[in-house]
Each structure stands twice: as structure tokens, then as C-alpha cells.
Antibody, heavy 120, light 110 residues
Framework: QVHLQESGPGLVKPSETLSLTCTVS????????WNWIRQPPGKGLEWIGL???????NYNPSLKSRVTMSVDTSRKQFSVRLSSVTAADTAVYYC??????????????WGQGILVTVSS | QSVLTQPPSVSGAPGQRVTISCTGS?????????VHWYQQLPGTAPKLLIY???NRPSGVPDRFSGSKSGASASLVITGLQAEDEADYYC??????????FGTGTKVTVL
């Protein structure tokens, strides 16, 4: 069973850059899509973007100007950076695995999530 | 920014059948893109419930079923149980090249 674990600061100041890393264990990082999804407190899910293990990316157009994702296959980690954060970026951030091997693309494994608060 | 609309809440007594709708448009579900459903129990990460419109992953009870028609999809829980009380989200792809989630539905077991 694949295990995903988010890590990074839980508090970020406004206008600064949020940086999170997800470590993949008990499974391969190859041949999968690696997603970041967030959920503001008490609200719904928002897809931030994904990175394929080869490094190709696809970002949510609403966040594209502020998002950068990277992957390190040797360390089985992938990361997200979100620049110029505001209070609206306060959320639980999930990393998750995307799989299309069945012919359908869906997210099948999720990390436990990490709460990131934007505040001075 | 959700472009998939779900009812905010549905409820039912144990054993009853409840249906959650997910309404999209011609740029996502109506364009033929698949719909997936996730269950989020309180305080936990979402869990895949239905993939490819109507397929259940291993371990998901068969009281959960999904369907898709036109620009909408539905999740049906037949024989509602107390442990089904959770938030449910649909998800699809939009032709603007991004993945979208529904607004979410809270299921309450009376």
C-alpha cells in the first residue's frame, strides 16, 4: 500500500512563498502522476496541479502564475511552491497519486494532509 | 471555483437510499470526461469511492454505485448506514486543461 507524507512549514507569512514536499513510500514514483490538492477550512477541494514522474506539469489555470512543481525520483519526493501567498491560501494541503493504468485517470492514494496557515 | 455543482446536503434514515447529483457542463462532464467520487470522513483525507463513472475500487461496499448521463453524474447509496455519514465529492476534467471537483455534499444519517 502506497504511503504519502506531506512535510513543510505550517505557518507562512503573507507575500512569501509556501513550499511543501511529499515523500512516497512503499511504492514506485515512476509511471504515476503526482498531485497537490488543497482544502480551505470548512470548504471544498481544489486541485492545484500535477507533475508526472518525468517532470511534465499541468497546473490549475487560476493558480498557474504562482505555482511551481518539481519531482526528485531518486528521493521519491515531489514538491510544490506557491508564491505571493495571502490569507486565502490558508488550507489543508494534500499530496495524492494519480493513476491512469486502468484507462481512467483518477486519484487513488492521498496523504494525510498538512495545514498551512498564512498569517503574519 | 468549483464548476461541478452538488447539493450542499442530503439526509436519510438507516437503510434508506440517497442520491447525490453532480451537475457539470459541456466543457467537462458533458464533453465526455469521466467522473469519479470521493468520500471524506470527518477529519480525514478523501478516499476514492467510485472511478470511471461507475466502477468500485476493491474494498468499497456494493451499496455505493455511480452513473453518468449527459452533463451530470450521480452517486447512489443504497441501504444507508451510520458510517456513511461524510462529505462526498465528484471530480472530473475540464477542457480548459484542469481537474475539477464538485462543491461537495454532506450526507447525514438521521
Amino acid at each position: 500500500q502506497v504511503h504519502l507524507q506531506e512535510s513543510g512549514p505550517g505557518l507562512v507569512k503573507p507575500s512569501e512563498t509556501l513550499s511543501l514536499t511529499c515523500t512516497v513510500s512503499d511504492g514506485s514514483i515512476s509511471n504515476y502522476y503526482w498531485n497537490w490538492i488543497r482544502q480551505p477550512p470548512g470548504k471544498g477541494l481544489e486541485w492545484i496541479g500535477l507533475i508526472y514522474y518525468t517532470g511534465s506539469t499541468n497546473y490549475n489555470p487560476s493558480l498557474k502564475s504562482r505555482v511551481t512543481m518539481s519531482v526528485d525520483t531518486s528521493r521519491k519526493q515531489f514538491s510544490v511552491r506557491l508564491s505571493s501567498v495571502t490569507a486565502a491560501d490558508t488550507a489543508v494541503y494534500y499530496c495524492a497519486r494519480g493513476d491512469d493504468s486502468s484507462g481512467f485517470y483518477y486519484v487513488d492514494y492521498w496523504g494525510q494532509g498538512i495545514l498551512v496557515t498564512v498569517s503574519s | 471555483q468549483s464548476v461541478l455543482t452538488q447539493p450542499p446536503s442530503v439526509s436519510g434514515a438507516p437503510g434508506q437510499r440517497v442520491t447525490i447529483s453532480c451537475t457539470g457542463s459541456s466543457s467537462n462532464i458533458g464533453a465526455g470526461y469521466d467522473v469519479h467520487w470521493y468520500q471524506q470522513l470527518p477529519g480525514t483525507a478523501p478516499k476514492l469511492l467510485i472511478y470511471g463513472n461507475s466502477n468500485r475500487p476493491s474494498g468499497v461496499p456494493d451499496r455505493f454505485s455511480g452513473s453518468k448521463s449527459g452533463a451530470s453524474a450521480s452517486l447512489v447509496i443504497t441501504g444507508l448506514q451510520a458510517e456513511d455519514e461524510a462529505d462526498y465529492y465528484c471530480q472530473s476534467y475540464d477542457s480548459s486543461r484542469y481537474y475539477v471537483f464538485g462543491t461537495g455534499t454532506k450526507v447525514t444519517v438521521l
